[in-house]
C-alpha cells in the first residue's frame, strides 16, 4: 500500500545520523506491516536498514540477532549440533501467516515490535530467554528481557524515539531440550496457540505461552511438575481476561488447547535429558 502523507524518507548511516525524534516519525526495516494498511499519521520514515547491522552473529555468549535480520536470513541459519533448541529457530520461522516473499522482507525485530500475539519472533525469543538491546533518543542503551518487551497487541516497552538494536538468545538456553506446539483455525491460518516448554540445565521446567494470550507468559518451575500441578499453574498465571479474543479464536478454544498442549509437552520433555 503507498503511504500518501510521506514527505521524507531518511537513510541514515551510523547513529550520530540518525537525529532528533519528530511527531510524525516511524522506523522502517523490512516495511511488511508498516506498508499493509494506512499510517496517516506518519510524515517521516527513518530507513534503518542503511545503519548495515550484521544480521546474526554467533558468540561465546550464544546468538545475537540485529532487529533488521530478515526472517529468510535466521530461515537459513545453521545452529551449532549442540544447540537443542536450535530446531525452534526454524519452527517459529514456518509459523508465520506469509509466503517467501515476505520472508525475505520482513525483520525480526519489526515482527517483535508489531508486538502481535501471533507474532512469531516473540515466541522465539521469549522462549529462548532473550534480551532486547535498546538504543535511546539520548544515546543512551538499556536492555529489556524478551518476556517484558512484549505487553500487549501493538504495545511494546519502547518509549518514543527508541530503536530495538538486537536481541540476544543466552547460550544455556539454545542448549535445552525443547517441545514446539502450534495451532490455528486453518491449516495455514495465523497461530492461535503456540507454546514452547523446555527442561533447563538444573533439571527444571519453563514454559512459555503465546498467540493464545495479549501477551507471553512465561511458567517456571524447579523440577518437571506432575500434570494437576501445572494445569493449577496455567490458571493461576493466566488470568480470564488474558486470553486472546479475536477472529482466529475464541478465548475458551484458546484456553483449552493451551491446557491440552501444555499436557502433552509435559510428557513430552518428562523423560528428556536436562
Not at 499519521?41 to 547491522?53: F, K, Q, S, V
Not at 552473529?57 to 546468538?63: C, D, F, H, N, S
Not at 549440533?81 to 525452534?88: E, F, I, P, Q, V
Not at 507468559?217 to 499453574?233: T, Y
Request: hydrophobic share 45%.
Amino acid at each position: 500500500m503507498d503511504l500518501n502523507t510521506i514527505t521524507e524518507v531518511a537513510r541514515p548511516a551510523d547513529r550520530a545520523a540518525l537525529g532528533p525524534w519528530r511527531d510524525g516519525d516511524a522506523f522502517l526495516a523490512g516495511g511488511t506491516w508498516l506498508f499493509s494498511e494506512p499510517q496517516r499519521h506518519l510524515r517521516r520514515l527513518i530507513d534503518l536498514t542503511a545503519l548495515g547491522w550484521p544480521a546474526l552473529r554467533v558468540t561465546p555468549a550464544g546468538l545475537s540477532l540485529a532487529a533488521t535480520c530478515p526472517v529468510a536470513t535466521l530461515a537459513a541459519f545453521e545452529p551449532p549440533a549442540d544447540w537443542r533448541s536450535g530446531g525452534l529457530i526454524g519452527d517459529c520461522c514456518r509459523a508465520f501467516l506469509a509466503s517467501f516473499k515476505i520472508w525475505n522482507v520482513a525483520t525480526v525485530g519489526g515482527n517483535i515490535c508489531a508486538s502481535l500475539p501471533a507474532g512469531p519472533m516473540v515466541s522465539l525469543t521469549v522462549a529462548l530467554e532473550g534480551s532486547c538491546l535498546i538504543w535511546s533518543p539520548d544515546g543512551s542503551e538499556r536492555r529489556v528481557a524478551s518476556e517484558a518487551f512484549t505487553r500487549g497487541p501493538f504495545d511494546t516497552a519502547l518509549a518514543p524515539g527508541e530503536i530495538l538494536r538486537a536481541i540476544d538468545l543466552p547460550l544455556e538456553a539454545l542448549r535445552r531440550p525443547y517441545a514446539f506446539r502450534r495451532q490455528s483455525l486453518t491449516p495455514l491460518g495465523r497461530s492461535a496457540i503456540l507454546l514452547i516448554g523446555a527442561r533447563t540445565a538444573a533439571g527444571g521446567f519453563v514454559l512459555t505461552v503465546t498467540a493464545s494470550t495479549r501477551r507471553p507468559v512465561v511458567l517456571r518451575f524447579e523440577v518437571m511438575p506432575g500434570a494437576a500441578a501445572l494445569a493449577a499453574r496455567i490458571a493461576a498465571g493466566i488470568p480470564e481476561d488474558l486470553w486472546y479474543d479475536d477472529i482466529h479464536g475464541l478465548p475458551d478454544w484458546r484456553a483449552h488447547m493451551t491446557r491440552e498442549f501444555a499436557e502433552e509437552i509435559r510428557l513430552e520433555l518428562g523423560g528428556a535429558r536436562p
